[in-house]
């Protein structure tokens, strides 16, 4: 039986940072695929975990818990069936729901939860707790632990803040505080799977109470609001249309007039439906993501200098570019930190932004895309 582990977070929290150091250290030598769902983003981590030797399952349109949950499952399905490996690691999207990925791994037959963790970044939990409850606090109430990243970089009063609000989500997670530096993947895998005793309680429950409302709310349209249920259904509609149609053409905007070897893109690809439970809703709604590929060539100097010109509302920014040299940058950025290291080739330099209200003419004159 497969065995699977799930590694959540949000963005920019460490979770390819973590699965590095584990497939390193615990998972060397073992059959390992590694299926990553990133909104918005271009492909750019799987490069860089390649070098490991791992296989790689991208699906990066859209999130798992929305139009993707069919195709997340038939893919874990083929996984397990096609490639037999001894674990598949699943790092969601950063604004993913792990409740929701529990639930299709839950659907899929010989599959064994080994352990479901999110990585949440110290410097930044309070933060994200207060601007971002529906996604952040989903990952921490759901995990069985919580691996806290760049915990060398905040005082005791703040890492005291940090588990006081964790222990409010979920007082019963083992809590992952140690710099991770100090520690070896294997301490932080034990810990992992050693807190994980098979499915949390109530997924199942969650679904009948979602199908008991739906089946509800569609019986009281249907019977006492049928005319103003279709009214509303047909604005709806052209709603929708128009909100594809507008992002077509703010793209298409976006990529008129730039040079050969530049392009920009918007938004999850064809990602075409929103589907929400209980006032929920998804994260196209919330976060904007800009997608750039380019031929522009960069030095380490004048990537932090264009990052350090990203606006507060900026939460997300990373990518792989070629330097000067004929070398390539790998950089990975959240407010207040950038780290650059050198990588391996791209089919062209990829550029992601996420945030809120993201300005796309500011972040083409920011990293020099004209």
């Given at each position: 039986m497969t065995k699977v582990n799930v590694v959540s977070g949000f963005l920019g929290a460490g979770k390819t940072t973590?699965?590095?150091?584990?497939?390193?250290?615990?998972?060397?030598?073992?059959?390992?695929?590694?299926?990553?769902?990133?909104?918005?983003?271009?492909?750019?981590?799987?490069?860089?975990?390649?070098?490991?030797?791992?296989?790689?399952?991208?699906?990066n349109s859209g999130c798992i818990c929305c139009s993707l949950k069919g195709d997340f499952e038939e893919a874990l399905k083929m996984l397990a069936e096609e490639y037999q490996p001894d674990h598949i690691i699943i790092e969601p999207s950063g604004v993913g729901?792990?409740?929701?990925?529990l639930k299709a791994?839950?659907?899929?037959?010989?599959?064994?939860?080994?352990?479901?963790s999110t990585v949440v970044d110290a410097a930044r939990c309070k933060v994200y707790h207060r601007n971002f409850k529906e996604f952040f606090d989903d990952q921490i109430k759901t995990a069985a632990s919580i691996v806290l990243s760049r915990t060398q970089n905040v005082s005791e009063e703040k890492l005291a803040e940090d588990i006081a609000i964790i222990r409010e989500l979920n007082p019963e997670a083992r809590i992952i505080t140690t710099p991770w530096d100090e520690l070896s993947g294997t301490v932080i895998f034990e810990a992992m799977t050693g807190s994980t005793n098979g499915f949390p309680e109530g997924l199942e429950d969650d679904d009948e109470e979602e199908e008991e409302h739906e089946h509800h709310h569609h019986h009281e349209h249907e019977h006492d609001h049928e005319h103003e249920h279709h009214h509303e259904h047909e604005h709806e509609?052209?709603?929708?249309?128009?909100?594809?149609?507008?992002?077509?053409?703010?793209?298409?905007?976006?990529?008129?007039?730039?040079?050969?070897?530049?392009?920009?893109?918007?938004?999850?690809?064809?990602?075409?439906?929103?589907?929400h439970h209980h006032g929920e809703h998804d994260a196209d709604e919330i976060f904007d993501s800009v997608g750039i590929e380019t031929i522009n060539r960069y030095n380490e100097e004048e990537l932090r200098s264009m990052l350090s010109k990203l606006g507060e509302n900026v939460i997300r920014a990373k990518g792989i570019v070629p330097d000067h040299d004929g070398k390539w940058i790998f950089f990975d950025y959240v407010p207040g930190d950038a780290d650059i290291r050198e990588g391996?080739?791209?089919?062209?330099?990829?550029?992601?932004?996420?945030?809120?209200h993201v300005d796309i003419e500011e972040i083409k004159d920011i990293f020099g895309v004209h």
């Open positions: 973590l699965i590095s150091k584990l497939l390193k250290d615990v998972f060397n030598g073992q059959k390992v695929v590694l299926v990553e769902n990133e909104y918005g983003e271009i492909g750019i981590d799987g490069g860089f975990l390649k070098e490991a030797g791992i296989e790689i399952r991208e699906i729901k792990l409740s929701d990925i791994i839950q659907s899929v037959e010989g599959l064994e939860l080994d352990s479901y509609h052209e709603h929708e249309h128009h909100h594809h149609h507008d992002h077509a053409a703010e793209e298409a905007a976006a990529n008129e007039g730039l040079s050969e070897g530049n392009r920009i893109r918007l938004g999850s690809d064809e990602h075409e439906h929103h589907h391996s080739p791209a089919y062209t330099g990829l550029i992601t932004v996420i945030g809120e």
